[in-house]
């Protein structure tokens, strides 16, 4: 069951880890698209601004398998 409450305190959490000055962060997003082909993308420069609007931050491509499934995601490159 869907809770707004616990969703904003995971994205509090993840804009306290990645708030960090100094430290650069990946992150890996997996994927499964609707004729069920898998892969994922990892971004380099991961962090999530506070809120309360907690707006994720990716930097350059990092590495991919299934190029392009991402496009028009909605996260702001830095």
């Known amino acids: 069951m869907y809770s707004h409450n616990n969703c904003l305190t995971g994205l509090r959490l993840l804009h306290e880890l990645t708030a960090r000055r100094g430290k650069k962060h990946l992150v890996r997003l997996d994927f499964e698209s609707a004729n069920l082909t898998k892969g994922f993308d990892c971004f380099n420069d991961f962090l999530v601004d506070a ?9 350059a491509r990092n590495s991919s398998l299934n190029l392009g499934m991402f496009a028009g995601s909605g996260f702001a490159n830095s």
């Open 51 to 59: 809120g309360p609007g907690y707006i994720a931050h990716v930097g």
